[in-house]
């Protein structure tokens, strides 16, 4: 039976440093790698069989993960907050990291965190965007009412952001300023166009063959609507309020 090699790897966004070594803790390479994806499918061509890899979770850790994964016997990814082996490391560079992320693996303690497939991930990619986008509508409603009552301008609050209400307001309302008649249409031209970004985001999660008969079940159990349910599927938990009224159902 070949012994097994381990490999400690410091991902960042230009490169990725390396450490390689066996089970004995003896260093047979070290080094570091330009982080485009020609570079690592050359290294891996030198490396000793079998050998398996570590990696901290970062935001440049899934595209490594998904290229290096059909190769090593292992490939698993350290939970960044419970690595304290590098965290609270008096020294601390990229070869120190990549050598710490070896020895942790090897020793069989390194606090692997769970790893979602690419598809999965993709589609949380997709969720976080929409977040984006809805938080930062909220925020151009939010900045369109405080002009106007900065101006001491009267308003419906429940109709503000309605379409036809906003151009009458414009229109008929002699107390707004005339620098004022000029910023609030680029601010609502920005959440029209916000809105349409989310909705278009939300149709194509619905026709999703991946999720659509998750969102289905979620929607069922009385605990979540569509959207919810989307939202539960990215987190893969229930809210406490959501459970209760499960168990109250039940």
């Keep these: 039976m070949r012994p097994m090699y381990y490999i400690g790897l410091d991902v960042h966004k230009r490169t990725i440093r390396y450490c390689v ?3 004995s803790g003896t260093i047979h390479a070290e080094g570091t790698l330009p982080a485009i994806r020609l570079d690592p499918d ?9 050998w398996t ?7 440049f850790t899934g595209w490594i993960y998904d290229h290096l994964h059909p190769h090593p016997a292992a490939l698993k990814v350290a939970h960044p907050l419970m690595l304290r082996a ?3 490391a008096k020294k601390k560079n990229d070869r120190i990291d990549a050598q710490k992320i070896c020895d942790c693996l090897r020793c069989d303690f390194l606090p692997e965190c769970y790893m979602a497939t690419t ?3 993709e589609r949380r990619r997709t969720l976080r965007y929409r977040n984006l986008l809805v938080r930062q509508m909220v925020q151009r409603k939010n900045k369109i009412s405080m002009l106007l009552m900065e101006a001491g301008v009267s308003y419906n609050k429940q109709r503000l952001h309605k379409a036809g209400y906003f151009r009458e307001l414009l229109a008929t309302n002699p107390d707004i300023p005339e620098g004022l008649r000029s910023l609030l249409p680029v601010c609502r031209e920005t959440v029209v166009r ?3 970004t989310e909705s278009a ?9 991946l999720l659509r008969e998750r969102v289905e079940r979620l929607t069922t159990a009385g605990c979540a609507g569509p959207r919810r349910a989307q939202a539960i599927r990215r987190s893969g938990r229930l809210c406490p309020n959501s459970a209760t009224n499960i168990c109250r159902r039940r």
């Design 21 to 23: 070594k066996d089970g």
């Design 53 to 59: 890899a570590a990696m901290e979770a970062t935001v």
């Design 86 to 88: 590098i965290a609270a």
């Design 201 to 209: 985001l939300v149709r194509s999660l619905e026709q999703d063959s």
């Design 42 to 50: 050359r290294w891996m061509k030198t490396l000793p069989q079998p």
């Design 194 to 196: 916000l809105s349409k």
């Design 119 to 121: 598809a999965i991930r």
